[in-house]
């Protein structure tokens, strides 16, 4: 949770975010003091950069894209879409074989080329062309553990959160521990 003192000031203050992948956390900076704290899920998958590997990225980013703002909470996206439809525990039983991804999306985008942009030696590394998201998730999914294709999930309400107080550019350090 994002410090309510600091709250109100952020959008206009040298603001980050760092994704500790061993941690399982994203902590939010403000001028190099920690302000906000949140549980996460990155990738069951583990740790990486190709195209199709199901991993998360490592390295600088930026939030390229904001999307969702004017959804309600427990919205679904497809495609980065709202789909009109409302996340529940009886719909999601529905539909087992979805990956949801819930209330908010901050599309990022990597800064380092061949390591997170572009590609590389062995193909596509790009973050950007891999959709890879920091998103909302079903509320009964466990956090503290890597369980997602390559994104960052975050509950829904602390998405929401976060979104509210970044902005399109604000960087994202993704670091292995």
């Not at 997170?116 to 193909?123: D, I, L, P, R």
Request: net charge negative.
């Amino acid at each position: 949770m994002i410090n309510s003192a600091s709250k109100n000031n952020i959008k206009d203050a040298a603001l980050r975010l760092i994704v500790n992948i061993e941690k399982q956390t994203l902590s939010v900076y403000q001028h190099d003091k920690e302000i906000g704290h949140y549980d996460i899920s990155t990738a069951k998958n583990g740790i990486g950069s190709q195209q199709d590997s199901g991993c998360t990225p490592l390295g600088k980013h930026v939030i390229a894209e904001k999307i969702g703002g004017e959804q309600p909470i427990n919205a679904v996206f497809v495609g980065r879409v709202p789909t009109g439809e409302i996340y529940s525990a009886a719909f999601g039983a529905q539909y087992p074989e979805r990956d949801w991804i819930l209330s908010r999306i901050l599309w990022l985008a990597g800064l380092e080329e061949g390591v997170n942009k572009g590609s590389n030696s062995q193909g596509g590394c790009d973050t950007y062309q891999r959709y890879i998201y920091i998103h909302g998730t079903p509320d009964n999914e466990p956090m503290d553990m890597p369980l997602s294709h390559g994104c960052v999930r975050m509950r829904n309400l602390d998405i929401i959160e976060l979104f509210e107080q970044v902005i399109e550019g604000t960087p994202v350090t993704i670091v292995a521990g």
